[in-house]
């Protein structure tokens, strides 16, 4: 079979176009499971959102400094995740909460029990 030069061009063009969008799915992908492997399972996080709501939702079931332990958890884990999740949100609008991010900060919500946590557990 004989083939232009034109649509071997178009094709070649269309396969590069596809084989770049295999590897940024690649590269997302294996970021994702990074971030899992770090961070837990996303049955972990579901697991630990649960016990911080029935923990919220039965007061005196367990610590306060354990239940914010676990949203500190489920905190962590979707941060890790935020990069290859965002990656296509309009800069304007990722730049947006990151600042609101920034305002309300991890340390500042959770720092207070990390100190007292650590210090129980020993």
């Known amino acids: 079979m004989i083939v ?3 649509k071997y061009d ?7 176009q596809a084989a770049s969008r295999a ?8 970021e994702l499971n990074g971030a899992m492997e770090k961070h837990g399972t996303p ?4 697991l630990e959102c649960r016990e911080a709501a029935m923990a919220i939702s039965t007061p005196g079931s ?12 489920i905190d962590r884990w979707v941060s890790a995740l935020l990069p290859p999740l965002t990656r296509r949100m309009p800069d304007r609008e990722r730049l947006m909460w990151e600042d609101m991010l920034k ?16 210090g129980e557990k020993r």
Do not use: N, P
Request: aromatic share 12%; glycine share 4%.
């Open 4 to 6: 232009s030069k034109k």
């Open 10 to 16: 178009f094709l070649l063009d269309r396969y590069e």
């Open 23 to 30: 590897d940024l799915l690649e590269r997302q992908l294996a």
């Open 43 to 46: 049955y972990k996080c579901i």
């Open 62 to 73: 367990e610590q306060v400094w354990l239940t914010l332990e676990r949203l500190a958890f």
């Open 103 to 118: 305002t309300r900060s991890a340390d500042h919500a959770y720092g207070m029990v990390r100190g007292k946590s650590q």
